[in-house]
């Protein structure tokens, strides 16, 4: 029922921008929280992101340092990893997470895809 469908991701050079992109179906974004987390090979995966449903508040995790911004669409029920000035260490497979009003933990995933950042 639910899907979530994450694009955008490749390779790009450190310093360089890419904006990642999760589809949602099933599901209403506007009510529901979504995030994007990431892992890298051998590591744990990682929260990056995430926006809320009602007031529309966004955070992200410390390594982010202001160079990743996390925003959605309503009408296009997508929301969005906007990646400026990446870094070698962001290399990894980036997942959308979403989770409905009430519950803590998210229960719908995407599959990824892979961010490639070369020096």
């Known amino acids: 029922q639910v899907q979530l469908v994450e694009s955008g991701g490749g390779l790009v050079e450190a310093g360089g921008s890419l904006r990642l992109s999760c589809a949602a179906s099933g599901l209403a974004l506007g009510s529901a929280g979504t995030a994007w987390f990431r892992q890298a090979p051998g590591k744990e995966r990682e929260f990056v992101a995430d926006?809320?449903?009602?007031?529309?508040?966004?955070s992200n995790a410390n390594f982010v340092k202001g160079r990743f911004t996390i925003s959605r669409d309503n009408a296009k029920n997508t929301v969005y990893l906007q990646m400026n000035s990446v870094e070698f260490e962001d290399t990894a497979v980036y997942y959308c997470a979403a989770v409905r009003v009430g519950v803590q933990k998210y229960t719908y995933w995407g599959q990824g895809t892979q961010v490639t950042v070369s020096s």
């Open positions: 926006i809320t449903w009602g007031r529309y508040t966004t």
